[in-house]
């Protein structure tokens, strides 16, 4: 046999059998991610028909009667043409790049991956997206936002922009020779520039699947991120400066000071911010998941989501430090919660609940705040005036409160109230509230935080249609939203009291 009919035949074998794409698809969904192998054969990317079947649980058989492979999901089927580019799925044609084809020595049936979201996609129970650019394959409905990040000016300063879309929250932490971004979505399809410039040597992912790394170079300065929001983008605009030079010329002299007559009295300091740090309190976890509804969600998991979105919304927009006191799927005790937030020294406490109730009917959002017995209302009367004096270095005396620990919401109720009202008038404006929407009640994860607290009942998760709400991402961001109002309200309150 001559060497071009060898050359031949080995061609026409390899694109028989495929040769694998540059890169395998990245299967996400919420059990995690995964890589998904594809082949390429004839200019169209592959993927077997048995690792379908064993990803998606889909039932796949050759149908010589109806003269194709027939894909079936609890009770759901679609029928892919052996000979020509197309499928049925429920009646309605669907056209595909291209018809399926047998490959390898087992003859297995491979299709293109259009099929997964044209032909599976409807008669499967979760949504199925194709990103192709990206290698990306997305199941479910998760928040994937679109991240790309550019330099547009090598300086110095050196200039860089990252793009979210669609719009989402980003908190950005400053460490050493770094900006961290931590972008609130379920994963990201991230779109970044190969090399560095400037004062910026990368931009690259983080060690976890939601956050971007900007690493600066090590003549980098001060480093500063300014998010934005403009329709359905979020746009974080980092400004990177050198270093100051050892070097440099000596400062000029200060100016003469003013006539005394004139003189201001200096600032020692400047005022504490009424809201240094916040504590969320996601209710459950664990081996306590909470109330169960009756398609299977928990408490537990809902109140983490809300709780993480309401904390990135604050740490982007007010710049407030934000403690969870759980940050992933684990037991948390009452008392643990309590300690979290007043070792934290917070200024708020928020608590987030799902509610239920024997009857399926009832819904609606509720708020709570604590409710004093004669032991409490005594608690906050002796507060203002129980006291021990210590001595401190100098030979003076420091003057403390003291206030039984359990006890120690007792001097904030007033405030509590406050904040509580506050939240049901913000939530009445973006989700239904149910018949009490405004209570109060002796509740032990609020009595023992020293610092204005509520409790938010987003809704009754025994209520089969507030289920169905309380998984989309649109209730959980309109609550955290309406959460997020309250704060900013209670924050000028507080600014309010201090003014003389």
């Known amino acids: 046999m001559s060497v071009p009919v060898l050359l031949l035949l080995l061609a026409s074998l390899l694109q028989a059998q495929g040769t694998p794409p540059p890169a395998p698809l990245t299967l996400v969904s919420r059990e995690g991610r995964r890589p998904v192998q594809t082949t390429m054969a004839g200019g169209q990317e592959l993927i077997a028909l048995d690792e379908v079947a064993a990803l998606f649980q889909v039932a796949v058989r050759e149908d010589t009667l109806a003269g194709g492979l027939t894909l079936t999901y609890r009770g759901r089927t679609a029928v892919v043409s052996v000979d020509r580019p197309m499928a049925s799925v429920a009646g309605r044609v669907v056209a595909l790049p291209s018809a399926p084809v047998r490959s390898g020595a087992g003859r297995r049936w491979l299709v293109p991956v259009e099929l997964l979201p044209r032909v599976?996609?409807?008669?499967?129970?979760?949504?199925?997206?194709?990103?192709?650019?990206?290698?990306?394959?997305?199941?479910?409905?998760?928040?994937?936002?679109?991240?790309?990040?550019r330099i547009d000016a090598a300086g110095p300063p050196t200039r860089a922009t990252v793009e979210i879309a669609p719009a989402a929250p980003v908190n950005v932490t400053t460490e050493a020779g770094r900006l961290l971004l931590r972008v609130d979505a379920d994963a990201l399809?991230?779109?970044?520039?190969?090399?560095?410039?400037?004062?910026?040597?990368?931009?690259?992912?983080?060690?976890?699947?939601?956050?971007?790394?900007?690493v600066l170079d090590r003549s980098?300065?001060?480093?500063?991120?300014?998010?934005?929001?403009?329709?359905?983008v979020t746009r974080v605009v980092v400004e990177v400066t050198p270093a100051a030079v050892a070097d440099a010329p000596p400062p000029a002299p200060p100016p003469a000071?003013?006539?005394?007559?004139?003189?201001?009295?200096?600032?020692?300091?400047?005022?504490r911010p009424v809201l240094q740090t916040i504590v969320i309190d996601p209710g459950h976890g664990g081996d306590d998941r909470g109330v169960r509804g009756a398609?299977?969600?928990?408490?537990?998991?809902?109140?983490?989501?809300?709780?993480?979105?309401?904390?990135?919304?604050?740490e982007a927009r007010l710049g407030v430090r934000v403690v969870l006191t759980r940050?992933?799927?684990?037991?948390?005790?009452?008392?643990?919660?309590?300690?979290?937030?007043?070792?934290?020294?917070?200024?708020?406490?928020?608590?987030?609940?799902?509610?239920?109730?024997?009857?399926?009917?009832?819904?609606?959002?509720?708020?709570?705040h604590l409710r004093l017995d004669q032991e409490g209302d005594a608690a906050r009367r002796a507060a203002d005036t129980d006291a021990v004096s210590l001595p401190v270095l100098g030979g003076a005396r420091r003057t403390i409160d003291v206030i039984r620990w359990d006890l120690a919401q007792a001097r904030h109720v007033d405030a509590s109230a406050v904040l509580a009202g506050m939240l049901e008038e913000e939530l009445r404006a973006h989700v239904t509230m149910g018949s009490r929407p405004l209570q109060e009640a002796l509740l032990r994860v609020l009595t023992g935080v020293n610092m204005p607290a509520a409790l938010v009942e987003m809704t009754y998760l025994t209520n089969a249609g507030e289920e169905g709400r309380v998984r989309s991402e649109e209730f959980q961001n309109a609550v955290a939203q309406s959460i997020f109002g309250a704060v900013l309200r209670f924050r000028a309150h507080l600014e309010a009291l201090r003014q003389p």
Request: hydrophobic share 45%; no cysteine; glycine share 8%.
């Open 257 to 271: 000071p003013a006539p005394e007559s004139a003189a201001v009295p200096p600032l020692l300091f400047a005022p």
């Open 295 to 314: 398609g299977g969600t928990e408490e537990k998991q809902i109140t983490l989501e809300v709780a993480r979105r309401l904390r990135a919304l604050i």
């Open 189 to 214: 399809d991230l779109g970044l520039p190969a090399d560095g410039a400037g004062l910026i040597d990368q931009i690259r992912p983080g060690d976890q699947p939601t956050t971007l790394v900007v």
């Open 327 to 368: 940050d992933d799927d684990r037991t948390v005790g009452l008392d643990d919660r309590t300690a979290a937030a007043n070792n934290s020294k917070a200024d708020l406490f928020l608590s987030l609940h799902l509610n239920a109730a024997p009857a399926a009917s009832v819904a609606g959002a509720e708020v709570f």
């Open 120 to 149: 599976l996609g409807p008669i499967y129970d979760a949504r199925i997206e194709l990103r192709r650019p990206s290698r990306l394959l997305i199941v479910g409905d998760l928040r994937v936002p679109r991240v790309t990040a």
């Open 220 to 232: 980098a300065g001060a480093a500063r991120a300014m998010p934005s929001e403009a329709g359905a």
